[in-house]
C-alpha cells in the first residue's frame, strides 16, 4: 500500500518561495500520475498541477507562471516549486497519486502566505 508523504509547507511571505515534496514512504509503486491539489478555508478542494507518465501536464491557470511541478524518474515522488507566492495561495496542498484505478493522498501540508 503506497504511503504519501508530503514536506515542505509552511510559512512564507507574499513574493517569497517554498517547495513542496511528495515521496512514497512504502517505496512501492510508480504510478501512472501524480500531482498536488489545494483546500482553502470554505471551498472546494482544486487541481493545482499535475503531471503524467505519457507526457501530460495540467497546471491551474491561478498559478501558472509561478508554480512548477515535477517528478522523479522512478515515477515515486513530486515536488512543487512555488515562487512569487500570493496570500491567496494560503490552503492546505495535498498530493495526490494514481495508479490504475487506485486514488493515493497524503496527508496535506499547511501553505500560508502572509501579505
Known amino acids: 500500500q503506497a504511503q504519501l508523504v508530503e514536506s515542505g509547507g509552511g510559512l512564507a511571505q507574499a513574493g517569497g518561495s517554498l517547495r513542496l515534496s511528495c515521496e512514497d514512504s512504502?517505496?512501492?509503486?510508480?504510478?501512472?500520475?501524480m500531482g498536488w491539489y489545494r483546500q482553502a478555508p470554505g471551498k472546494q478542494r482544486e487541481l493545482v498541477a499535475r503531471i503524467s507518465a505519457d507526457g501530460r501536464l495540467e497546471i491551474a491557470d491561478s498559478v501558472k507562471g509561478r508554480f512548477t511541478i515535477s517528478g522523479d524518474a522512478a515515477w515515486d515522488a513530486v515536488y512543487l516549486q512555488m515562487d512569487a507566492l500570493k496570500p491567496e495561495d494560503t490552503a492546505v496542498y495535498y498530493c495526490?497519486?494514481?495508479?490504475?484505478?487506485?486514488?493515493?493522498w497524503g496527508q496535506g501540508t499547511q501553505v500560508t502566505v502572509a501579505s
Open positions: 495526490n497519486a494514481l495508479r490504475g484505478g487506485a486514488v493515493y
Open positions: 512504502a517505496k512501492v509503486y510508480s504510478f501512472h500520475a
